[in-house]
């Protein structure tokens, strides 16, 4: 199926494949992108989804889904997705479930040592402390 796309370049219209399409759910100020709106998903490059937004161009976008959406850094959004012709945007959302999902265990295993390093630190000066003072 074929979807036109604005060149902000040229200022053309072309039309271009469409492989699905995605509803936009939460709120990102970052983005060209409203919430509830559906959008044309007209490929994949980089584990990114390449969709046509409200500029009417296209851009590149994480693919959280927004049945996992994290909170971070006051954005809570992603996409639900609506139609796939292909099978290469759930296969997407997947891969990029379990990377996240693989640096969440990264990031904690990093805080976890990094909270004993600092007791062990905190206990080492409080016994130094300690033995000085005697």
Do not use: H
Request: hydrophobic share 35%; proline share 1%.
């Amino acid at each position: 199926m074929k979807v036109d796309r604005l060149d902000l370049e040229t200022g053309k219209i072309e039309k271009v494949e469409k492989i699905g399409t995605v509803r936009f759910v939460g709120k990102d100020d970052n983005v060209d992108l409203t919430d509830g709106k559906c959008y044309s998903v007209i490929g994949i490059r980089n584990n990114l989804l390449k969709l046509i937004d409200d500029t009417q161009d296209y851009y590149y976008y994480l693919p959280f889904d927004a049945a996992s959406v994290e909170k971070k850094d006051n954005i809570e959004a992603g996409f639900a997705i609506i139609e796939d012709y292909t099978g290469k945007i759930r296969e997407l959302f997947d891969i990029f479930a379990v990377d996240q999902e693989k640096k969440a265990r990264k990031n904690a295993k990093k805080l976890s040592m990094r909270l004993i390093n600092w007791k062990f630190a905190r206990d080492e000066r409080k016994k130094a402390k300690e033995e000085t003072s005697k």
